[in-house]
C-alpha cells in the first residue's frame, strides 16, 4: 500500500479509467448503468468535472499503473446546491482490498474541504449493510441520511440506493464562506 501514489487525473489515464468503470458496471451495482460507457463518453465527462473545476484523482502504482479513481461533482445542477458534492470512487478489480478506495478518498474528501464545500454526499447503489462502499464511506464519518428501497434493477435483482453525507467546514452550522470555491464561482456566473 505504501507504493502508491495519489495524483490528479490526466486525459492519458482516461482508458484506464474507462476500463475500470466497464467492469463495475458490467459485473457490479455501484453504476446503476446497464451498459458501460465509451473512451469518448468518459472523456466527455472528465472534461466536464474538470472544467467545473472539481477534483479528480487517480491512484498509481510504482509502474505508474492506474489501479482506481475518485472525483467529486456537482450533487444537482441548481445554485442553492453549490455547497454540495457527490463523491464516485472506483477500484479495479484486481487492486480492491488493499485500502485503494480509503486513500482516494481521504485525498477527495481534502481536496473538496479545501475548496470550500459543505457536503459530501455519497449516493451508493446497492447500499446494503455490508456493502464495501457504505462500510469505507462509514470508517471515513459518513453518517447515513436516507434510503430508497427497490430504486435499481439490475443483474435480475432489485437494488437499494443508500445515502450518506459528511460535514466539511462548519457544515450547515455556518454561512457561506464568500473566499470558498463554491461562492466566488456563484459571484462570476
Known sequence: MSNIIIRNAEPSDLDRITEIYADAVNKGTASYELAPPNREEMGARYQ?????????LVAIDSDETVLGYAYAGA???????RFIVEDSVYVAPEAKGRGIGKQLMEHLIEATRRLGFRQIVAVIGDGHSESPSVKLHERLGFRHSGRLVGSG???????????MQLELNGGASLPPDPASWPEQKFRQG
Open 48 to 56: 466536464a468535472l474538470r472544467d467545473g473545476g472539481f477534483p479528480y
Open 153 to 163: 434493477y439490475k443483474h435480475e435483482r432489485w437494488l437499494d440506493t443508500v445515502f
Open 75 to 81: 450533487f444537482r445542477p441548481r445554485q442553492a446546491y
